[in-house]
């Protein structure tokens, strides 16, 4: 989707694409510098070449796929939207709606999951490339952080919101049990990233 096409479309009066998609391009931008990077880097330095060609390998099958994942958030969010509009006339009619609203809000979470994972994932590239990155490139590395950090709280955040709904208590466990973990996960690769950064300035 265009830039332009986008910024639109989250600026209409429509609930998609939202935040969840924004947390996807979020992502895939970290990406998209965290490739420039690592190819600057294997440039100055070509004793890291080969993990820096890695890193920009990596980060470019991400931008991909978190690209993808901008207009899959939308859609996910669009199930949720059909299921609220099911018919409730009958009794029979409710009870389906209700179960299809479950499964659309579970659903839901599939793809802001994907983003906290690949945001993770940029985080730790971005902290390699703000230790042993060409250090011209560490302000690009550190936005790039910033970046990956920002669709990570927004993957977060949109995971709890679809949870609100949900009643099957095994997935809820299973879903706070992840996000504790992704939160420190973040913290602690933010805090190294922010000591780092903090050298620089």
């Not at 207009?71 to 009619?93: H, M």
């Not at 709606?97 to 979470?109: D, G, H, P």
Request: with cysteine; hydrophobic share 45%; glycine share 6%.
């Amino acid at each position: 989707m265009e830039i332009k096409r986008f910024l639109d479309k989250v600026a209409s009066d429509r609930p998609t694409p939202g935040g969840g998609s924004a947390s996807a391009l979020a992502g895939a931008l970290s990406a998209a510098l965290i490739a420039m990077v690592a190819g600057l880097s294997a440039k100055k330095d070509r004793k890291q070449g080969k993990e820096m060609g890695k890193i920009r390998k990596r980060a470019l099958a991400l931008q991909e796929r978190l690209l993808l994942a901008v207009d899959e958030d939308a859609k996910s969010f669009d199930g949720v939207i059909r299921a609220f509009r099911l018919p409730k006339k009958t009794e029979r009619d409710s009870i389906h709606r209700t179960r299809e609203i479950q499964k659309a809000y579970r659903a839901a979470t599939r793809t802001p999951r994907l983003v906290c994972l690949q945001a993770l994932l940029l985080l730790d590239y971005s902290r390699v490339l703000i230790i042993k990155g060409n250090p011209n490139a560490v302000s690009d590395a550190g936005v790039a952080a910033f970046l990956a950090d920002a669709a990570l709280a927004g993957g977060l955040l949109n995971i709890g919101i679809n949870l609100v709904p949900v009643t099957e208590k095994t997935f809820l466990k299973k879903m706070r049990l992840l996000m504790t973990q992704w939160a420190k996960n973040r913290n602690h690769l933010m805090g190294e990233i922010l000591r780092h950064l903090a050298k620089v300035r």
